[in-house]
C-alpha cells in the first residue's frame, strides 16, 4: 500500500518538476555563458570548457592531453601557476576527453579570490611558462602513468576497444597517447597546440555559486582580458560505418577477464535519445533491478559490477556494456548477456517498467542537482551540447513523451546491433 | 540553520558561520539507539543513513570480511520486503541508495526528496531486525564478493601491496585485517556466522541514525520513535576470539609485483586518536599536509622537483579507533635507488625539524586546510559520511566544528615536535617493491 501511494505522490510531482529547478542565467545574455547563482555557502565552481578533445591530436597522439596538463605547471615570478591557487585554498583540475577540454576550479568566494583567480587564469593562459624544462619534466611522468595504464587490466581493456571500434579516426587512441607518440613531442607543437586551443576553439563557460551575474561578466572578462580569441570550426564529423561485428579475445595474466561491448547507438541531438535512454536505463543503466544486474550478479553472482551506458559524441554515439568476471565465467556471462540482448532488441519491457523508469529519470536530474559540484556538472553538460533554452522542460516533456511503442521503434531503427564489437581481456 | 547566509554581512562572517552545532540536533532512545538530525535547507533532498559500530577491526582470522559480506546480504530483504523491493523504489522516486563498510562501521544510506524520509526509515527498522538469510543467497552473494575482492584487490598491485604492508606491522587483528576480507574466509564463513555477526551487532543499542538535509523535525523524530523505539536488544554475546598467536613484524620486506616502477614504502605506527594530545593530532595533520598535501608541499618541490622520485605519497586516518599506519614513499626515477628515495624522504623531516618551517608556508597550508573544510559542507552526503566515521569511531561530531580552532592553534614549534616524535624517532618498517 505505502509504495501504492508513493506512486502516486511521485505522479502529481513530474507535472510541477520544472518550477524545481534552479534558474540558468545566460551571462550577460551570451549563450555560452552560463551561471546558477547559489548563495547558501561561500563558495564558487567554475568550469570552462574548450570543444577541442583528443581526437583533433593527428598524429601526435596524447598531445593535447599532455599540453592541457602543463597550463598549471607553468613558472610565472619562479611560482608554479598552482602554487598560487592552493595559497587561497582554491582546488584546480583539468580534464581532456575525445571532444572536449575542461578547465575547473573550485574557491572561496571573497572578493580578493575572484580578483587572484581571473588574474592568474589570465596569466595561465597567455602562456608564457611554458618551458622545455617544464615539458620534459612532464613527459617523465606522463611515461610512468602510461606503463602503469598498461598493466590494469580495465584500462587496456577499455584502450584496446576504443583502438578497434575506432579504427583509422581520430577517436581511436587514448586519450593520454602512446609512450613512442609522447617521447616525440617538442616544444614548437605543444606552444602551437595550447594556442590553437585558447585562441581558436569554442569555449563555454559555467559558474555555480556565490557570485552574481555582473561580478561574474567580470569574472570571465578578467580571464580572457588582452586574448585576440579567433574561434574556428571544430574537426569534420568522424565515420565509423565500415564497422562490421566484431569479436576480440585477448589474453592477460589477471584473475578476471574484463568484458566491454559496444553497439553503435545514437548521439545526444538524436530525436530518439529519451526513447534510448529510458530503455537503457531498464536494460543496464539503472543499477539495482536492471535486467544486466538482475541476471549477471543477483541472480548467479559472476560479477561485482556489471552495467550498460550510453556514451554520446558529436557525431555518434555508442551503447556500452561493460563487467569483470572470474575467468573460468567467461563464456556463461556472455551467453547470459547475449539472450539479454535479445531481448532487449525486442524489447519486451511491461508498460510498468517503462513507467518507473521514466519517473525514476524524471526524478533523479533533481535529486542529483543538491551540491554545487553536481549542479556544476549538469549545466557544463546543459552548455556543452547547446541545449541551455527550456533544457528542463524539454528534458521533462522528452521522457514524458516516451512509451512502450516508441522504444521498440527507436531501438529498431537507432541501434546497430550488427555492428558490435565483443572485446575481451584475461585469462591466466 | 547557519547554512544559509546573510547576504549582508561580511564575507570572513559568511565563512565563520559554517558549523554543525547550531543545526545539528542529537537524542537517544530508550533502547540505545542514537539519533544525530542535521538540518540544511538548500535542498529538498535528505539523506538518511545508519550506522552499525561494527567493521573489520572487530573481526578475527578464520571469518575476515564478514561485516562486508553482512552488508551486501543485508539487500536480500525481509518477510515485509522481497528483495530488491526496497532498491527499486528508492530508484523509482528518484533517489540512490547504497552502503558501506570501514574498519570500524558498517553504514547505510538513501539520498531522496524529503517526503520519502519516513519510506527509508521505515525500511531500515526492518532490516534491522528482519532480515531473511538464506543459503542460497549466501551462495551467490559470496561469488558477488569474491568478484569484488579479485577486481579491486587481487588484480591491483598497489592494493596487495598495502594488504601485505597491514597484516606484517599489525597482523592479523584490529586495523591489520583486510576490510574485504581473504578469499580463504570468504569462502568458510557459513549461514550461521553471519546469523551470529547480525544477532550481536545489529541491534538499536549499536547504532546510529544520521539524517541530514531538509526535514521537518517533529515528524522525522515521531518516525524514528515509531519504526525504532519498540526494537530490543537481543541478548546475543559471543566472542570469537581468535587463539592464533598475532604474529607482527617491523623487518623490511621485498615485494615483487606487476609494476612498470620500483615503489619505496615507509610505514610508522601511529597511535589512536583518543591517545592523541590535541596539539599533536593537528600538528601531525598540517605536517603530512606540508609534507605532501598538495602541489605546494615539500615533496613536489625537493624530491619531484628535483628529479629524485616521480611521485610521492602520503596516507594517514587522523582518527583512527585503533592504533594505525602513516604509509609515505613514492616511485624513484629511473636513475635513483630506493635508497636515496628514503634518505630524501626521511631528510625531509629533518630539515624540517631542525630549520623550521619557511615564509607563509603555515599560513598557507592552514589556509589550505580550512577552504577543504567549508568545501565539504556543499554536499549533504558528506556531511553524514563526516559525522558518522567520528561517531562510529566513539568520537563526536563536535571534532568538527572545533577542526578550524584546532588546526589555527598548531604552532610552528607543534609541528617539529611532532616530526620528531612521530616520524623521526619512531620505529620505520620499509618496504621495498620491485616490478616483476
Known amino acids: 500500500m505505502r509504495f501504492l501511494l508513493i506512486t502516486t505522490i511521485a505522479l502529481m510531482l513530474s507535472t510541477s518538476y520544472v518550477d524545481a529547478f534552479p534558474k540558468i542565467i545566460k551571462i550577460k545574455s551570451n549563450k555560452d555563458y552560463l551561471l546558477i547563482e547559489n548563495r547558501d555557502l561561500p563558495i564558487i565552481d567554475l568550469k570552462i570548457t574548450f570543444d577541442r578533445g583528443s581526437k583533433s591530436d593527428g598524429e601526435n597522439e596524447g598531445i593535447l592531453s599532455f599540453s592541457v596538463n602543463l597550463l598549471h605547471q607553468q613558472l610565472l615570478n619562479s611560482k608554479k601557476v598552482i602554487n598560487y591557487f592552493e595559497e587561497i585554498g582554491a582546488q584546480y583540475n583539468s580534464s581532456v576527453n575525445k571532444e572536449r577540454s575542461d578547465i575547473s576550479l573550485r574557491f572561496v568566494s571573497t572578493s580578493d579570490n575572484i580578483g587572484l583567480i581571473s588574474k592568474k587564469i589570465n596569466e595561465m593562459l597567455s602562456l608564457n611558462g611554458i618551458s622545455q624544462e617544464l615539458i620534459n619534466e612532464n613527459k617523465v611522468r606522463i611515461l610512468n602513468i602510461i606503463n602503469r595504464r598498461d598493466l590494469d587490466p580495465g584500462r587496456l581493456a577499455q584502450r584496446k576497444a576504443d583502438e578497434i571500434f575506432f579504427s583509422g579516426s581520430g577517436m581511436s587512441h587514448p586519450t593520454i597517447g602512446y609512450a613512442r607518440t609522447i617521447e616525440s613531442l617538442d616544444t614548437d607543437i605543444i606552444r602551437q597546440t595550447l594556442i590553437q586551443l585558447i585562441l581558436k576553439s569554442k569555449i563555454s563557460i559555467s559558474i555555480v555559486g556565490d557570485i552574481s551575474e555582473n561580478t561574474s561578466a567580470i569574472l570571465i572578462s578578467n580571464m580572457f582580458a588582452n586574448m585576440r580569441r579567433v574561434p574556428q570550426k571544430s574537426d569534420s564529423p568522424i565515420k565509423y560505418n565500415q564497422l562490421r561485428k566484431n569479436t576480440k579475445k585477448i589474453f592477460f595474466d589477471s584473475s578476471q577477464t574484463h568484458i566491454n561491448i559496444y553497439i553503435p547507438a545514437i548521439k545526444r541531438e538524436d530525436e530518439d535519445f529519451y526513447n534510448i535512454l529510458v530503455a537503457n536505463h531498464i536494460f543496464g543503466g539503472s543499477g539495482f533491478g536492471s535486467r544486466l544486474m538482475r541476471e549477471i550478479r543477483e541472480k548467479r553472482g559472476f560479477a561485482y559490477s556489471i552495467y550498460s551506458y550510453l556514451s554520446m559524441y558529436n557525431d555518434f554515439g555508442i551503447l556500452k556494456i561493460n563487467l569483470q568476471t572470474d575467468n573460468r565465467n567467461v563464456s556463461q556471462a556472455l551467453q547470459i548477456i547475449s539472450i539479454e540482448l535479445d531481448k532487449f532488441k525486442n524489447f519486451n519491457a511491461t508498460q510498468e517498467e517503462v513507467t518507473s523508469s521514466k519517473k525514476s529519470l524524471i526524478r533523479n536530474v533533481l535529486t542529483r542537482m543538491d551540491t554545487n559540484i553536481n549542479t556544476l556538472q549538469i549545466l557544463s553538460s546543459i552548455n556543452n551540447y547547446d541545449l541551455q533554452d527550456d533544457y528542463y522542460k524539454k528534458y521533462i516533456t522528452g521522457i514524458q513523451n516516451v512509451n512502450l511503442k516508441s522504444i521498440k521503434k527507436a531501438i529498431s531503427n537507432k541501434i546497430k546491433f550488427e555492428k558490435s564489437l565483443t572485446l575481451t581481456l584475461g585469462g591466466r | ?436
Not at chain 2, 63 to 77: D, R
Not at chain 2, 164 to 185: A, E, Q, S
Request: aromatic share 10%.
Open chain 2, 1 to 436: 540553520m547557519t547554512c544559509s547566509f546573510n547576504l549582508a554581512a561580511e564575507e570572513s562572517d559568511k565563512i565563520s558561520k559554517i558549523n554543525f552545532s547550531d543545526r545539528i540536533e542529537e537524542f537517544s532512545l530508550d533502547n540505545g539507539l542514537d539519533v544525530i538530525l542535521i538540518e540544511d535547507n538548500r535542498s529538498d533532498n535528505v539523506v538518511s543513513s545508519i550506522w552499525y559500530r561494527v567493521g573489520s577491526s572487530y573481526e578475527n582470522e578464520g571469518i575476515t570480511g564478514i561485516s562486508h559480506l553482512l552488508e551486501h546480504m543485508m539487500f536480500k530483504g525481509t518477510e515485509k520486503f522481497s528483495a530488491g523491493e526496497f532498491s527499486s523504489a528508492v530508484k523509482k522516486i528518484g533517489g540512490t541508495e547504497n552502503a558501506f563498510t570501514g574498519r570500524d562501521f558498517t553504514g547505510y544510506y538513501q539520498k531522496v526528496s524529503k517526503e520519502f524520509l519516513s519510506m527509508c526509515l521505515e525500511y531500515e527498522a526492518d532490516r534491522m531486525i528482519n532480515l531473511n538469510l538464506t543459503n542460497d543467497d549466501l551462495i551467490s552473494e559470496r561469488e558477488v564478493v569474491k568478484e569484488e575482492r579479485r577486481l579491486r584487490t587481487e588484480d591491483q598491485p598497489i592494493s596487495i601491496i598495502f594488504e601485505k604492508i597491514g597484516l606484517h606491522i599489525l597482523g592479523m587483528t584490529d586495523y591489520g585485517i583486510p576490510i574485504i576480507g581473504t578469499m580463504d574466509d570468504l569462502n568458510n564463513i557459513t549461514l550461521s556466522d553471519l546469523e551470529d555477526w547480525y544477532k550481536k551487532y545489529y541491534k538499536p543499542s549499536n547504532a546510529t541514525i544520521i539524517i541530514s538535509g531538509n526535514f521537518e523535525t517533529e515528524a522525522v523524530k515521531n518516525d524514528i520513535n515509531l519504526y525504532f523505539g519498540s526494537i530490543q536488544n537481543p541478548e546475543m554475546e559471543f566472542d570469537r576470539v581468535s587463539s592464533k598467536i598475532i604474529k607482527t613484524s617491523f623487518d623490511q620486506m621485498l615485494l615483487r609485483e606487476k609494476l612498470p616502477n620500483p615503489i619505496l614504502i615507509l610505514s610508522f605506527v601511529k597511535p589512536k586518536f583518543a591517545d592523541l594530545s590535541t596539539k599533536d593530532a593537528y600538528a601531525l595533520e598540517l605536517l603530512l599536509e606540508i609534507m605532501d598535501g598538495s602541489f605546494s608541499s615539500r615533496f613536489t618541490s625537493n624530491i619531484i622537483d628535483k628529479k629524485i622520485a616521480i611521485n610521492t605519497f602520503i596516507s594517514y586516518d587522523l582518527f583512527s579507533r585503533k592504533k594505525s599506519i602513516i604509509s609515505i614513499g613514492g616511485v624513484p626515477r629511473r636513475d635513483v635507488t630506493l635508497e636515496v628515495l628514503k634518505q630524501s624522504i626521511i631528510d625531509e623531516f629533518i630539515i624540517l625539524y631542525n630549520e623550521g618551517l619557511q615564509d607563509k608556508e603555515l599560513r598557507n597550508t592552514k589556509a589550505r586546510l580550512i577552504a577543504s573544510n567549508i568545501y565539504k559542507f556543499d554536499s549533504i552526503f558528506t556531511q553524514t559520511m563526516s559525522v558518522g566515521q567520528l561517531e562510529s569511531k566513539n568520537l563526536s561530531w563536535n571534532l568538527l566544528d572545533e577542526y578550524v580552532n584546532n588546526v589555527n592553534s598548531v604552532t610552528e614549534q607543534d609541528i617539529r615536535e611532532v616530526a620528531q616524535k612521530y616520524i623521526i624517532n619512531n620505529k620505520v618498517q620499509i618496504s621495498l617493491v620491485e616490478p616483476e
